[in-house]
Nanobody, 125 residues
Framework: QVQLVESGGGSVQAGGSLRLSCAASGFTYSTYSMAWFRQAPGKEREGVAGITRIGTTNYADSVKGRFTISKDNANNILYLQMNSLKPEDTAMYYC???????????????????WGQGTQVTVSS
């Protein structure tokens, strides 16, 4: 049974930091690219950061220089370190796994096969 379980969300003031984790199981983690998406109320789900099987990373322009995606292949865990958080970062954050043919499409949600249930991040001003 495939599972992606996010944790680490919470409420923080602007300028603060959070570290999200996503524990993966039930599929061959090392053969999948991974990504973090977020969705705020009334908005579309957007790609935040992605990482390929070999560690190539991509970020949305809105989080470059503030967020860092990484993964622990030994333990099948995906991370998102979020620094200098802003109120506009408030959203439900999801991790996703997919086998993308073209990595340039990393931010397209429909290309990912497996999804977690999400963890809420709320940033107050």
């Amino acid at each position: 049974q495939v599972q992606l379980v996010e944790s680490g969300g919470g409420s923080v003031q602007a300028g603060g930091s959070l570290r999200l984790s996503c524990a993966a199981s039930g599929f061959t983690y090392s053969t999948y690219s991974m990504a973090w998406f977020r969705q705020a109320p009334g908005k579309e789900r957007e790609g935040v950061a992605g990482i390929t099987r070999i560690g190539t990373t991509n970020y949305a322009d809105s989080v470059k220089g503030r967020f860092t995606i990484s993964k622990d292949n030994a333990n099948n865990i995906l991370y998102l370190q979020m620094n200098s958080l802003k109120p506009e970062d408030t959203a439900m954050y999801y991790c996703a796994a997919g086998q993308l043919l073209y990595w340039t499409n990393w931010g397209l949600a429909h290309l990912y096969k497996y999804w977690g249930q999400g963890t809420q991040v709320t940033v107050s001003s």
